[in-house]
Structure formats: structure tokens, C-alpha cells
């Protein structure tokens, strides 16, 4: 593994200004969920430059892509993301809210690091298969859309990921490390009651109120949170009230719901009991019921054989080494920051630069991705690295000035030598991906 480790540590390091001009580029077009165009065609243009056939428009989603290089088994993917978060405008490097006149959207998850480090990964296995004669395929997905659009969802019901062996993905985190853990599944949708219009005073018996029923489905929601498994979760938004009018009886509302849960069947079941809910929301009111499905998320699988693989990896992989520029930007923002999120490593200092020890599997992710309908199809790694301040809040204009500078990029370096050291164990050691595969079908 050491040989393997310089070789790809040294040519990370000879391209890094490359990754790096690519992650700024994508952070300036800062687009949201399928609306990723110039950001897709930036990193097409790098796959294919670097000899991997580009295959486009996947799923029919126009920003999602597929590039491979080789062929024949094993076949290693690696998972590339790249959408931003609307209305998070921040301007890099800056330890104070300033918002950017030239965008109004901003990358306050990181994914312009996240596709590029996957995408850095990807061209050093791509290097080294080639340079040393190895047979196999790899595999870089753009997968659009992950915080609205769900693109992997719609990727795997393409059959786009079910010749893989493995699969990898990381994303930028306030620590470093290899999850353990297992997500929430998560299924929405939204409810559409119609009544009848009416005056509210002088013929109120006339009218149907829509809002009665979705007060009641409401009602019914509250209620139902005491009779769920603690681990799942119930949320939902009025997105029609009926109006403004006090004095009509509302003829239409409408809500937006989510249930989530530790498995996809006991978020299904969760679902089932909402659905009649509203059905008898619907009765009682004597109103008409809509029910139209929205986006859907498997629960992440993990793979303790493939993490057990990496953190070995990572182990080994040089830790960034941070300026004291870099650290005093740190300690300002930190300074910007009311509390920290539920399971950051704030652990008092500027960052978190020791990684996390791998504690094996167990616990669940209390958030949703759709990295989990990949998992389930195949056996897949998740990592972490350090590209922002200890205690960074996700989704925040903190992240985006940090996602956007020398601190995230650091870590996208760190992610990309982690991903393509433990691509290459895989495609030179086969079978390890059959253990990886002996837990993934007892897990799944």
C-alpha cells in the first residue's frame, strides 16, 4: 500500500491547482438541483480530456453523467456531486456574512468539492490502472440534484449502478472519518383536499371546508409522533391555507409531508397509516382527498468490510496542514457561531485534524441521502474530511465562504487520495470486494 500511497499522493498533488481552479469554478456557478448545466459541462470536459468515454443526459436528466475508463471487471464507481443551496450568496474567504452580488445561490454543503475530489480520485485510478497494466472499469457518476431532485434516486431506477462492485462517495464534513452509521429513509408527498366555496356567515351549511381536513390530517400527525418508533421522524408544511378570506369557506388546501425511519419498510408503513389519516380527514369533512407521491430516499447501508478497507487508507493519507491564516480565519468564524450542529467535532480548537477513530458499525445518521438507493443496490463507503472550522453548521453561509477557499479545498485534497488509494485495494485485491458483497446481501 505505501508505493501505491505515493504514487497517489504525488499525482494529486502535481494536478491539486487543476482540482482546485475546477472546485472555484463550480463554487462560482453555484447552481441549484437539476439546473447544474455549466458545472456538468466544466467536469464532462475534464472526463474526457482524461480519456473516459462521457456518457450524458443519464436517467434523462440532462445534468447527469456518466464517464468510464477500462474495462472488465472489477468495476469501482465513484460518486460526484455538484448542486448548491438557493439563497445562500456569501463571498469566500470571509469570516463575516457578505453577501456575493455576482450569485445568489452558494454552495453551502460543499458539493463543488465533493464532485471534484470523487472526479480527482476517478483520473489518479484512471492514471495508475493504465500506467500499470490493470484490467478493471472505473466509474465517475455526476449525480445531480441531491438535495431536491434526488438524482441517484432516479439513476438507479435507470439500472445506471447495477453492474458495480462498489461504490464510493465522501462529502465535506466539520471532521474526518468513516461513517458507520446508516440514514433515515425518507418518503414525501403531498395531500390536496377540495371542499365546496361558501359563505362563511350567512350559508356557512353550503360549504366543504378543505381546511377543516387538513387540520385534522395535522391533528392526526401530532398525534401519531407518540405512536412511532423513536428513531422516526413525521414533518409537514401547509403549502395552500385556503386562502385569505376569513369570510369564505375554503375550497382547496394543501400540505407537503415527510416520514422518515431507520428502514425504508418501516418508513412505508409510517406512510400507509398517513395516507388513511387523510382519508379520514377527507370522511369526516366531507371533502375529496388527493395523494400524489414525491421524492423518495432509501436508508444508507454501510459496509463495515469496504469502511474497514478505507480507514486503513486513511490512516496512512497525509492530514492537511493549515497556515496561520487559515487558522485565524477559522477562530473568527467560529466566533459567528451561535451553537454547534448535533454531532460536529467542535472540540474547542480551529479544526478537527486527527481523524475520527472507526468505531465499526452502528447508530443511525438522523438525516436522509440518496447515497442510500445506491447502497442498497451495491456495497458502498462514505467518508468525511475536514474542509471547514470545528463546529461549522451545515447549510450556512459559514460553510459557504469556507467551501469556497484554500480550507475546503484542503480536505477535497485529502478526500481524493482516501477514495482513489481504496479504489485501487479493490481493483488490485478482488476478493475483498467478495467479502464487501458476503455482508452487503446479509445487511441490505
Not at 200 to 205: D, F, M, T, V, Y
Request: aromatic content about 8%; charged content about 25%; hydrophobic content about 35%.
Amino acid at each position: 500500500m505505501e508505493r501505491k500511497l505515493r504514487w497517489v499522493e504525488s499525482f494529486i498533488g502535481h494536478r491539486e491547482k487543476e482540482f482546485v481552479r475546477l472546485s472555484r469554478e463550480i463554487w462560482g456557478y453555484a447552481e441549484t438541483g437539476m439546473e447544474e448545466r455549466k458545472s456538468a459541462f466544466a467536469l464532462c470536459g475534464i472526463l474526457e480530456s482524461n480519456g473516459f468515454l462521457v456518457d450524458k443526459n443519464t436517467a434523462g436528466i440532462p445534468t447527469a453523467f456518466v464517464g468510464s475508463f477500462g474495462e472488465g471487471r472489477p468495476v469501482i464507481g465513484f460518486l460526484g456531486e455538484f448542486d448548491a443551496l438557493e439563497g445562500l450568496s456569501q463571498r469566500a474567504g470571509q469570516s463575516m456574512e457578505e453577501p456575493d452580488e455576482e450569485r445568489e445561490n452558494g454552495h453551502g454543503c460543499g458539493h463543488n468539492l465533493l464532485g471534484c475530489g470523487s472526479l480527482a480520485a476517478a483520473l489518479a485510478v484512471r492514471e495508475y490502472m493504465e500506467e500499470h497494466g490493470l484490467s478493471g472499469t472505473v466509474r465517475y457518476y455526476g449525480c445531480p440534484g441531491e438535495e431536491e431532485g434526488c438524482g441517484k434516486v432516479h439513476m438507479a431506477k435507470a439500472g445506471c449502478f447495477d453492474d458495480l462492485d462498489a461504490a464510493l462517495t465522501w462529502h465535506p464534513m466539520d471532521y474526518t472519518g468513516i461513517e458507520g452509521r446508516g440514514s433515515l429513509a425518507d418518503l414525501c408527498m403531498s395531500v390536496q383536499f377540495t371542499g365546496k366555496s361558501a359563505h362563511a356567515s350567512s350559508c356557512p351549511h353550503m360549504g366543504r371546508s378543505a381546511l377543516d381536513a387538513l387540520e385534522l390530517l395535522n391533528i392526526a400527525c401530532n398525534f401519531m409522533r407518540e405512536h412511532m418508533i423513536p428513531e422516526a421522524r413525521l414533518h409537514y408544511a401547509i403549502t395552500d391555507a385556503g386562502g385569505s378570506a376569513p369570510n369564505v369557506v375554503p375550497a382547496g388546501a394543501a400540505g407537503s409531508y415527510e416520514v422518515r425511519a431507520p428502514r425504508r419498510e418501516q418508513a412505508e408503513e409510517l406512510k400507509k397509516r398517513l395516507i388513511r389519516a387523510a382519508e379520514g380527514a377527507a370522511m369526516m369533512t366531507d371533502t375529496q382527498v388527493t395523494i400524489t407521491d414525491g421524492n423518495s430516499y432509501s436508508n444508507y447501508v454501510p459496509n463495515h468490510y469496504l469502511n474497514s478497507i478505507a480507514w486503513e487508507v486513511l490512516k496512512k493519507v497525509r492530514s492537511p496542514v493549515y497556515t496561520n491564516e487559515e487558522r485565524e480565519l477559522a477562530a473568527r468564524l467560529r466566533r459567528t457561531f451561535t451553537d454547534s450542529p448535533e454531532g460536529s467535532a467542535d472540540t474547542g480548537t480551529e479544526f478537527s485534524e486527527e481523524p475520527v477513530p472507526y468505531q465499526g458499525l452502528g447508530g443511525c445518521l438522523m438525516a436522509s441521502t440518496d447515497v442510500g438507493d445506491v447502497s442498497l443496490l451495491v456495497p458502498s463507503m462514505q467518508l468525511y474530511t475536514t474542509c471547514c472550522a470545528a463546529g461549522t453548521p451545515g447549510h450556512s453561509w459559514q460553510m459557504v465562504s469556507q467551501t469556497g477557499c484554500s480550507i475546503g479545498e484542503k480536505g477535497m485534497i485529502t478526500a481524493a487520495n482516501v477514495l482513489a488509494l481504496t479504489a485501487l485495494e479493490l481493483i488490485e485485491k478482488p476478493e475483498l470486494i467478495l467479502r464487501a458483497w458476503e455482508e452487503h446481501e446479509k445487511n441490505k
